[in-house]
């Protein structure tokens, strides 16, 4: 057995800045009313044309792929998380094998939303510590600005979610007390629809069912979120789940040098930092500049708190997530 390390890290979002301010120009609202309910100033928009989920996720695999010195020759496998392929299918895990120009490996697609990276990593540390592969690339990335309703009756979504990727290369590493320590993955199906987009598909509003309506006002195919419900599951669940990871391996709060939860609500977030009673040096937050990446959030703020020397070598690193699903996880990382 192996365990699996992080060897590369990286992230790409858009250029283009979308300000609180620019949106109560086409939607009513407010920066005050924004930040007093997410924490959110700004996030990035691609323009159309210029970005897709792929692309987005392809370049924060360059920036990985480089950082980790491994060669592309060596990927032995891709995984990409996203709710926003290019697509209906196939997923974007075969675009990026395509695009980086890697051998015919082979290409799987996490379709677990805000939990998704959290997800495909574990999935990754499984293959790496059984010896079936040597180097994973684990892509998160989300293009949500084009797919939203961005009218005041949307609001109450549209305003949390921006567009980015992040990218890490996993390798093995035979030192058993340094990598990935436990990975703890959960789902609770009975609320599935409390954060969801059922259109289209092939359950209830497949696309013939749309066109045959041609009803302007249908909202099948925005997405939909009961916001309180999720975050009263959200606080319990993160709490629960970091927990088991630091239980599974004898470990106490205060040993976590630094917790990179999915970048939700800053009020979760915060929720969390206080319950533990964890410093602002041990939790790291970027929704304030990005919003809501889904499954992108966790490897961009990664990927910051990494640059900015925030993680360092022996640190105790935990990720942890909820989402849709409603599924939620964590990774306990010994740096």
């Known amino acids: 057995m192996y365990h699996s390390k992080i060897a590369g890290l990286g992230y790409y979002v858009p250029e283009n800045i979308v300000t609180n301010d620019d949106l109560s120009k086409i939607i009513e609202t407010n920066d005050e009313w924004i930040q007093e309910r997410t924490g959110i100033q700004e996030r990035r928009h691609v323009i159309r044309g210029e970005d897709t989920t792929t692309t987005m996720g392809v370049k924060a695999a360059k920036i990985a792929i480089e950082r980790s010195g491994v060669a592309k020759e060596d990927i032995d496998f891709v995984i990409f998380a996203t709710l926003s392929p290019d697509y209906y299918f196939p997923g974007p895990g ?4 395509r695009d980086l120009g890697l051998r015919t490996v082979g290409a799987l697609d996490v379709r677990n939303q805000c939990s998704g990276f959290v997800y495909a990593i574990s999935i990754a540390d499984q293959y790496i510590k059984t010896g079936m592969y040597k180097n994973v690339l684990v892509i998160g990335s989300e293009l949500h600005s084009t797919g939203l309703d961005m009218t005041t009756r949307g609001r109450g979504v549209s305003v949390i979610f921006g567009d980015g990727a992040g990218a890490a290369v996993l390798s093995r590493e035979e030192d058993l007390t340094k990598g990935i320590l436990s990975t703890h993955l959960h789902s609770e199906g009975q609320h599935a629809e409390e954060l969801s987009l059922v259109a289209p598909g092939m359950g209830k509003r497949w696309v013939t069912d749309i066109i045959a309506d041609n009803n302007p006002n249908d909202e099948s195919y925005y997405p939909y979120m009961n916001g309180q419900f999720v975050f009263k599951n959200a606080v319990v669940r993160f709490s629960e789940v970091i927990n088991e990871g630091l239980q599974a391996n004898n470990l106490q709060v205060s040993d976590i040098n630094m917790l990179v939860p999915h ?25 304030q500049k ?19 020397r925030k993680i360092k070598s022996g640190d105790l690193v935990v990720l942890a997530a909820f989402g849709s699903g409603f599924t939620w996880g964590s990774v306990i990382i010994r740096w």
């Open 94 to 97: 075969v675009l990026v094998q």
């Open 263 to 287: 970048q939700a609500n800053l009020r979760i977030s915060q929720f969390i930092q206080q319950k533990f009673r964890l410093t602002d040096d041990q939790v790291f937050n970027n929704i």
């Open 290 to 308: 990005y919003g809501n990446t889904t499954a992108a959030s966790i490897p961009i703020a990664l990927t910051e708190a990494w640059e900015q």
